[in-house]
């Protein structure tokens, strides 16, 4: 067995990956697909993590835009998991929390706490100026990103990325995902 030893676990690179389709929405105002540059590096490491890119989209910051983009793609049930670049930030423009958490059906409460512990040892206490957030709408992880490139990185390689990998132990979120519609 050969093992990768990943933030908080261990993974089992003898086990296969179980591939998850992972949608990229990038929220903002100033940039366009050209500019991205968060969007496309996570969209990068999606791929090379083994992962399906299900979608690629930009919105505006606006909540109605951001929301209906998310509903599209968990309605189309294409999509496993959802992450957002940009928007979490405290000016009047950053509204990503507020359009998405009102839709959560559960907040994973535990990726904010972690997420900050991470950017803290990158930025310090300008982590405190992030309102990261992660949740699950229909069946459907969605985690907040803020829209630096060095954000993307910690929370994609630090946090997101070993949870979406099913040869992660003791346990991750993949195995979760076909019991996430229980009642």
Known sequence: MTVLTAPGGKIDLSLPITPVRVA??????????????????LAERVKAA???LADKGL?????????????????????????????????????????????????IDGFSVVFHMVSYQSVGLSTLQSRATAGIIGGVFVFC???????????????????LDSRHKPCNMVELMPRLLET
């Open 24 to 41: 990229v929405l990038t929220v903002s105002d100033t940039r366009d697909e050209e500019s991205d540059t968060s969007g496309h590096l």
């Open 50 to 52: 083994g992962h399906v």
């Open 59 to 107: 919105v505006k910051d606006d909540i109605e835009s951001i929301r209906g983009r998310v509903k599209a793609w968990i309605n189309s049930g294409q999509v496993d998991a959802i992450v957002t670049t940009g928007g979490t930030g405290l000016t009047g423009r950053d509204v990503t929390p507020q359009a998405l958490e009102p839709l959560f059906d559960k907040t």
């Open 145 to 163: 990103l803020p829209g630096s490139n060095g954000a993307v990185k910690d929370g994609w390689d630090k946090v997101i990325a070993a949870q």
